[in-house]
């Protein structure tokens, strides 16, 4: 369900929780970022995926999740989308689904040049929907395109996996 709050001048804004979720180091952190912080891209390694666990522990004590705030317009409605980056490795996911519940919706990301990510899909859905419910949007994001070379996820595979019904996207 989405939360409706005040908007910049008093205007309307209409909160909406999104999760980015999947394996460790599919590039969840290096996607919020390009998003909420425009520039930052270029800045932000993919090496240093680990500014999502240790950073935001000990600045936020959040242990294995960050999240991020992006205001846009929507056909002509103000949103504010509360974007949380979770932490992909197995120590941190108990915790990490524990902030599923009330999310609208999902980023579930797997790497296309890592098998492993891409098996992990089917459990992370499990996951979602036990913890979020089966009305919630899902989007499947494969991510890395730019390294086609290493590909190892051919694209059909991504747009077949069972209970994903929402959407299939490439990233890089």
């Known amino acids: 369900m989405a ?16 999760v980015m979720t999947g394996e460790s180091c599919v590039g969840k952190t290096s996607i919020v970022r390009r998003y909420t912080e425009p520039g930052a891209a270029a800045a932000f390694s993919s090496s240093s995926y680990l500014a999502t666990i240790e950073m935001f522990q000990i600045f936020f004590f959040l242990p294995g ?44 990301v797997y790497d296309i040049t890592n098998l ?17 419910g089966d009305d919630v949007d899902v989007i499947l994001l494969g991510n890395k395109c730019d390294k086609e070379a290493e590909r190892v996820i051919p694209k059909h595979k991504g747009e077949k996996v069972p209970l994903i019904t929402d959407a299939f996207f490439g990233f890089s």
Not at 3 to 18: D, E, M, R, T, W
Not at 66 to 77: A, E, M, S, Y
């Open 65 to 108: 999740i960050d999240f991020k705030v992006k205001c846009i317009t929507l056909n002509g409605t103000r949103v504010k989308l509360q974007i949380w980056d979770t932490a992909g490795q197995e120590r941190f996911h108990t915790l990490s689904t524990s902030y599923f519940r009330g999310a609208q919706g999902f980023v579930l």
């Open 116 to 132: 492993e990510s891409f098996q992990g899909v089917t459990s992370w859905m499990k996951d979602i929907h036990e913890k979020a």
């Open 3 to 18: 939360v409706s709050g005040a908007g910049k001048a008093g205007s309307p804004a209409l909160l909406l929780k999104v």
